[in-house]
């Protein structure tokens, strides 16, 4: 368990420091035991040549600006991270993660001759938990980041709901186009575009999103230093800062590179909703981001109506509820990796050798597709023993999630039957009520069914969360109960 990056204030030292070290301890070896050799002027040629490699990590073929979109530009400074980046279209799936390419016909309103897995079809109950809400309709296994432009424009979700601006956010390289809407600034792109329709935002006038996720999305052009341009999480992040007494929270000046190896990927693997008329993109995290600190952060929250912010109505149950989608950061904030400082780059990202260059590996994908490099760095045991650890906690938490389902299915089929027997609103809308239950269990079972590590993230966390709703079932159940059940004479 060595090696393991701290979450220290003084930023690490540059890269290839320790590489360095080493190869002057070897230069020095080769002094002393080859001195008289022939090969010595030739290696030590050869050593400095890869010395500066290390020094000098790229060459500057082409000058990149800040407004530099194409990575197909980037890539030829750094070939090396371009390749790594174009794999991401690779389809491969593991147990429970990556994924699995799945051919159809391409229609009018969908050119794809290739998909991903649904969810809904292989668990018919997601479609019962989200009865009446688009994502019945059509939810797929995420898959590689070159397919996040074209699977948000063409999910069945935009056909059966007109879906805002604010949806780009995370699924193109809007950095070039939010600053270009914004007369150069991007705060003020991001709010221009947000409560646009879907494709007017996509294809804006000022600068059309050509991209999904570019270099420039996560890296300074001039320092290559990373640096975040979302607005939302900027946002986001200010805000949760401020609930530990941070004020005046900004990840670009005040992250340590250790921090923005995670933030750089929390920009849009988290919890969201779109706020009010404006469809502002808000990250729930003003009260803290654990999973309950988000959930009173919604039950606080004022919806169009007045009351408490909904997502949807239940189409079965009548209930306001809340959906949750892949919560990834705050879920791995209450995990033991995140605790030891480990990143989301630390296993999804890893350095891997080129010749004499580490670099990280821009195939972003499941890490159990790259143990060797993603886990053995730290953990000295096998990459079978390895994916054995990883694969138990996946299955146990497939368990409990079954569970969970089973019962949130059984509270929703008591609620229709209830409002079948004559059971009103306002009786199942009532404080503590049939509707609270199911809107407290639909939030924490989804959290965990929308979050993409099957429990690896943080499994003691998602246990408990699957814990609580169970119980939340069941008290909603009694509920159910209370309104049916004919008083007993006294
Ligand atoms: C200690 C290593 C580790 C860290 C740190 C980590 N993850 Fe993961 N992540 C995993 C593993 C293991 C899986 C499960 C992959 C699978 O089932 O194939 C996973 C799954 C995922 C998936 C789904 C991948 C797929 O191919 O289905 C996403 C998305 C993801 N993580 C994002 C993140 C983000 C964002 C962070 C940081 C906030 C993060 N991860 C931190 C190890 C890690
Ligand atoms: C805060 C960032 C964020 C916003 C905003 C966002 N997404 Fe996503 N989206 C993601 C991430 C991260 C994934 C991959 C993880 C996953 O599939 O759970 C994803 C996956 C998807 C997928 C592929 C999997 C699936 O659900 O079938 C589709 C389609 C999609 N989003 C559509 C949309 C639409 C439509 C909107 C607007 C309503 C939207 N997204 C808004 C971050 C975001
Ligand atoms: C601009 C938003 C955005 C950023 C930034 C981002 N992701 Fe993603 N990520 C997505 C979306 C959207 C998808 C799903 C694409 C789809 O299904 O079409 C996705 C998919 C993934 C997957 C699934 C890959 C697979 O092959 O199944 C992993 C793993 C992942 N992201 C990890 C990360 C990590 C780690 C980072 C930071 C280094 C990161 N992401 C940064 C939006 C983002
Ligand atoms: C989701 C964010 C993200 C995107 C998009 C991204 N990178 Fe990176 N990149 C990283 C992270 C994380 C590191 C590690 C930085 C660190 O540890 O300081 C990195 C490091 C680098 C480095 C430094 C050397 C190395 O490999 O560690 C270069 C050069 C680089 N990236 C080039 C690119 C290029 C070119 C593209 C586009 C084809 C790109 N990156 C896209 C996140 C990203
Ligand atoms: C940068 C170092 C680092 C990397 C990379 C890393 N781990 Fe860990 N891992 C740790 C540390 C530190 C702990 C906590 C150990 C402790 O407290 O005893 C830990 C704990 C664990 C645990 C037990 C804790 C838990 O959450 O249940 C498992 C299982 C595990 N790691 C598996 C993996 C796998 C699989 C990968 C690759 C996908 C991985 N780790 C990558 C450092 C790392």
């Given amino acids: 368990m060595s090696d393991v990056p701290t979450d220290s204030d003084t930023p690490a030292p540059p890269r290839g420091a320790g590489p360095r070290a080493a190869l002057l301890l070897i230069v020095g070896l080769v002094v002393v035991t080859a001195a008289a050799t022939f090969g010595l002027t030739a290696l030590l040629l050869n050593i400095s040549g890869h010395k500066q490699e290390e020094k000098n990590p790229f060459y500057r073929v082409v000058e990149l600006t800040d407004e530099t979109e194409d990575p197909a530009v980037w890539g030829k400074n750094f070939p090396q991270q371009y390749d790594g980046y174009l794999k991401t279209a690779e389809m491969r799936r593991t147990r429970f993660g990556g994924s699995e390419s799945v051919a159809r016909t391409p229609s009018s309103d969908d050119p794809r001759e290739a998909v991903s897995r649904s969810k809904v079809d292989a668990d018919p109950r997601l479609k019962t938990i989200w009865a009446g809400y688009a994502f019945a309709v059509d939810y797929r296994e995420r898959r590689g980041h070159a397919y996040m432009l074209i699977d948000q424009m063409f999910t069945q979700r935009q056909r059966v709901k007109q ?86 929270y900004d990840p670009n000046r005040d992250a340590t590179r250790q921090q923005m190896r995670t933030f750089v990927c929390a920009q849009c693997h988290v919890e969201y909703y779109f706020r009010g008329d404006e469809k502002r993109l808000v990250y729930p995290w003003s009260q803290g981001n654990r999973y309950d600190d988000m959930l009173k952060y919604f039950d606080e929250t004022q919806g169009k109506d007045g009351k408490p912010f909904s997502d949807w109505t239940h189409k079965l149950t009548g209930a306001p509820l809340l959906k949750a989608q892949h919560p990834e950061f705050e879920t791995w904030s209450q995990g033991t990796h995140a605790k030891a400082g480990v990143a989301c780059a630390d296993c999804h990202m890893p350095y891997a ?95 965990v069914c929308s979050e993409n590590s099957m429990g690896f993230h943080a499994p003691q966390e998602t246990a408990r969360a699957l814990a609580q709703a169970i119980d939340w079932v069941r008290r909603g159940q009694v509920a159910v109960r209370a309104l049916t059940t004919p008083a007993r004479p006294k």
């Fill in 163 to 248: 879906q805002p601006g604010t949806c780009i956010h995370c699924h193109g390289s809007v950095y070039v186009p939010y600053k270009a809407a914004g007369n150069g600034d991007l705060i003020k792109g991001f709010e221009a575009l947000n409560h646009l329709k879907y494709e007017e935002a996509r294809t804006n006038g000022a600068h059309p999103v050509k991209y999904p996720l570019a270099c420039i999305d996560c890296h300074d052009p001039r320092t290559m230093q990373l640096r975040v341009t979302r607005p939302g999480f900027l946002e986001g992040i200010r805000a949760l800062k401020a609930s530990e007494g941070k004020p005046d």
């Fill in 353 to 447: 050798r080129v010749g004499a260059l580490k670099i990280s590996d821009h195939h972003v994908r499941s890490p159990l597709l790259n143990i060797n490099h993603a886990c053995q760095t730290c953990h000295h045991t096998t990459e079978a023993d390895l994916l054995a650890r990883a694969t138990l906690i996946q299955d146990r938490t497939r368990q409990l999630e079954d569970i969970a389902l089973d019962a949130l299915v059984d509270l929703i089929a008591d609620i229709q039957a209830a409002r079948k027997a004559g059971a009103t609103d306002a009786q199942l809308g009532a404080k503590d009520g049939p509707w609270a239950y199911q809107r407290k269990a639909q939030y924490f079972v989804d959290l």
